[in-house]
T-cell receptor
Framework: EPEVTQTPSHQVTQMGQEVILRCVPISNHLYFYWYRQILGQKVEFLVS????????KSEIFDDQFSVERPDGSNFTLKIRSTKLEDSAMYFC????????????FGSGTQLSVL | AQTVTQSQPEMSVQEAETVTLSCTYDTSESNYYLFWYKQPPSRQMILVIR??????QNATENRFSVNFQKAAKSFSLKISDSQLGDTAMYFC???????FGTGTSLTVIP
């Protein structure tokens, strides 16, 4: 089965630093997502991306966050100035079409902000 | 707006027995889908089953089935013949952007 690939699997950064989390969605997928999961808590929707623009974002996705699809294959999440509370597992996901289609998740990037 | 509630933080079941995980939701979408995802200790998110809200027939997938009550906004997951490999967190998700519940930690006891 095709896979969504996320790199790195673990990232440690200092508070206030910028981080970029990288994802390679499945090649024929059109819809892309970022989620985060603080340890022991639920998976939270951050943002969805379609046709090279954000289609929806949650209240978590404030001005410190941005997403980009720079080259037609990668899909990145940038956090400009990390805070301690940004420590979480970040999941990238993609699907072929919109509503109803299975969402394929990557294996996640564990971000630790010190 | 979407809200998804899973009222059972933890459950356990004996191997080979049946267990039902509950999920209730609220959504402003008129046509939507519902999903159950499994998250084992590896933290990989794995689709278990999917239900289309406009279909009255409950979805089934091998040992997994749902009881979808649209009027009550309820979407429970039944696992039959539980296996040790079913031990995981189970998340209910609703809507086009996949709003997840808080999860139920299921332990299958040998």
């Amino acid at each position: 089965e095709p896979e969504v690939t996320q790199t790195p699997s673990h990232q440690v950064t200092q508070m206030g630093q910028e981080v970029i989390l990288r994802c390679v969605p499945i090649s024929n997928h059109l819809y892309f997502y970022w989620y985060r999961q603080i340890l022991g808590q639920k998976v939270e929707f951050l943002v969805s991306f379609y046709n090279n623009e954000i289609s929806e974002k949650s209240e978590i996705f404030d001005d410190q966050f941005s997403v980009e699809r720079p080259d037609g294959s990668n899909f990145t999440l940038k956090i400009r100035s990390t805070k301690l509370e940004d420590s979480a597992m970040y999941f990238c996901a993609s699907r072929v079409q919109g509503a109803g289609e299975k969402l394929f998740f990557g294996s996640g990037t564990q971000l630790s902000v010190l | 707006a979407q809200t998804v509630t899973q009222s059972q933080p933890e459950m356990s079941v004996q191997e080979a027995e049946t267990v039902t995980l509950s999920c209730t939701y609220d959504t402003s979408e008129s046509n939507y889908y519902l999903f159950w995802y499994k998250q084992p200790p590896s933290r990989q998110m794995i689709l278990v089953i999917r239900q289309e809200a406009y279909k009255q027939q409950n979805a089934t997938e091998n040992r997994f089935s749902v009881n979808f009550q649209k009027a009550a906004k309820s979407f429970s997951l039944k696992i039959s013949d539980s296996q040790l490999g079913d031990t995981a967190m189970y998340f209910c998700a609703v809507g086009n952007q996949f709003y997840f519940g808080t999860g139920t930690s299921l332990t299958v006891i040998p």
